[in-house]
């Protein structure tokens, strides 16, 4: 059964940080949704600063392609490589690893790197998915994005 979350929040919390919601209604093996290439997920404006950035799937993808989540220059900023059809309802994805349930977002050690965990990073490109090898032919997820922004004009919006 498919989970319903609402397809697009923006929230500005008290600390000035905000929060974008971009969903995946329906993967469909077209373009722009599924098909190999990109996957715009969210419009960034500016320089932000990203304090947290989650990957929910909401009903099991098809296909035997791969999935990254980036942007243009940092293909896998915020997910590292899967097989689409690997993430599953009620799992989560960060750095190439899909969880049921739930998944830690610990902050990385001191002086250590946290390449491929969707926390910490400034960011001034778009967000996209990057579909390689085969499409991906349904499923849906829902991203969400936790960002200050850093110069004036920064913004996120759900692409």
Known sequence: ????????????LGTGMSRVRKTIAAFTDTAG???VGTV???TVTGTV????FVAYCTTTLAGVGGVTCGS?????????????????IDEFWSAGNVVKGSIN??????????????????????IILGITGSA????????????????????????
């Open 1 to 12: 059964m498919a989970r319903v979350i609402p397809a697009v929040i923006s929230t500005t």
């Open 33 to 35: 949704n599924g098909a």
């Open 40 to 42: 715009n997920l969210f």
């Open 49 to 52: 600063y990203i304090d947290r």
């Open 72 to 88: 243009t220059t940092d293909v896998d900023a915020f997910g590292s490589i899967i097989t689409a059809s690997t993430w599953a």
């Open 105 to 126: 977002m610990a902050r990385p050690t001191s002086g250590g790197a946290n390449a491929g965990f969707a926390i910490d990073k400034c960011q001034s490109e778009n």
């Open 136 to 159: 991906v032919t349904s499923g849906a997820a829902v991203f969400d994005v936790w960002y200050t922004p850093i110069s004036d004009d920064a913004t996120i919006v759900a692409a």
